[in-house]
């Protein structure tokens, strides 16, 4: 069963409502190594998203996705809304001009999303980003993929390996962004980009489930 455009507007409206759920979760993770905004930051961004999916409606996901990368780049502060935005552009240039994603196209659009990120913040596994959630998801994902799983299968272990890597990062050093500026007083805590992007990995998966 592919994910459809219907689908893709219903895991933006069902993540907007989880990020709104987790603003202050997210910004209690963001205060000891960041600026304390990432919460709000993200429920602020996705807000705007719901506010202009109207204006995509009946388009294909690409499109879809691309409106949400521009969005987030317009409205997230710090560096989450450049970061996030070309994650989302990138999966849109992935996914254009298609309505209907298969298990292909599902790994596609991470791989792409997570190039995007890796390119924009220069962030490398190891250094406690969102890209020590997004590089185990992908490589589960590539790995369902292989074995034959289906798309709801490949989703899950994609979430699931996201998970695993956010709370992975909490012994890291951080070596990149605001945290990076605390040293070793930066281990010991969950990266707030890291469980963002688990939330969203999550969030799509059980849209999909």
Do not use: C
């Not at 294909?60 to 070309?86: E, M």
């Not at 272990?157 to 605001?178: N, Q, Y």
């Amino acid at each position: 069963m592919p994910i459809t455009t219907e689908d893709t507007v219903r895991w933006l409206n069902q993540l907007a409502q989880v990020l709104h759920e987790n603003r202050d979760y997210l910004t209690q993770l963001d205060s000891p190594i960041g600026d304390a905004d990432h919460g709000i930051n993200m429920d602020r961004g996705f807000k705007a998203v719901i506010d202009k999916l109207p204006t995509v409606a009946g388009t294909d996901i690409g499109s879809i996705l691309k409106t949400v990368g521009t969005t987030l780049v317009s409205t997230v502060g710090g560096a989450s809304g450049p970061l996030y935005g070309t994650a989302f552009l990138r999966a849109g240039m992935a996914t254009s001009g298609k309505h209907e994603l298969y298990e292909a196209d599902y790994v596609g659009m991470l791989e792409a999303a997570l190039e995007g990120i890796k390119a924009r913040g220069k962030a490398q596994p190891g250094e406690k980003t969102m890209v020590d959630a997004l590089t185990p998801a992908l490589a589960a994902a590539k790995e369902a993929q292989a074995q034959g799983l289906d798309l709801p299968q490949i989703m899950r272990r994609a979430s699931d390996a996201a998970e695993a890597g956010m709370k992975a990062t909490i012994p890291l050093l951080a070596t990149k962004g605001r945290a990076s500026y605390l040293g070793e007083r930066s281990i010991g805590h969950q990266d707030p980009g890291a469980t963002s992007s688990w939330l969203i990995l999550k969030t799509f998966a059980d849209t999909m489930g």
